[in-house]
């Protein structure tokens, strides 16, 4: 079993940045990949970006490609999105996710097995 919280989201004007943060404790057998999604209201659930494990492979959805950046430390076993150049296209609920095998698709919602409750970006105009 994994646990993730995320912090970092909130209110931001168009232009902006945030860096999220995803703290993951508990046991896992192994963790392949860990990723961030993002949803907002009435819309599906969608990939933004993720970084393999062993080796830190990285894959972004291709509207937050010069934006965004995905990084982990290791050695606080957190997660982090930097999101720079924020629209608002961008403000949803992003959530953090982890994947306890090998992910044939790591971009895809369905690779991945354990999801943290959310923090909420907003974007003003």
């Known amino acids: 079993q994994v646990q993730l919280a995320e912090s970092g989201g909130g209110l931001v004007q168009a232009g902006g940045s945030l860096r999220l943060s995803c703290a993951a404790s508990?046991?896992?057998?192994?963790?392949?990949?860990m990723g961030w999604f993002r949803q907002a209201p009435g819309k599906e659930r969608e990939f933004v970006a993720t970084?393999?494990?062993?080796?830190?492979?990285?894959y972004y959805a291709d509207y937050v490609k010069g934006r965004f950046t995905i990084s982990r430390d290791d050695a606080k076993n957190t997660l982090y999105l930097q999101m720079n150049s924020l629209k608002p296209g961008d403000t949803a609920v992003y959530y953090c996710?982890?994947?306890?095998?090998?992910?044939?698709?790591?971009?895809?919602?369905?690779?991945?097995?354990?999801w943290g409750q959310g923090t909420q970006v907003t974007v003003s105009s």
């Open positions: 508990g046991r896992t057998f192994s963790r392949y990949a």
């Open positions: 970084i393999t494990l062993n080796p830190g492979n990285t």
């Open positions: 996710a982890v994947a306890d095998h090998i992910p044939p698709l790591p971009t895809r919602l369905r690779a991945y097995d354990y």
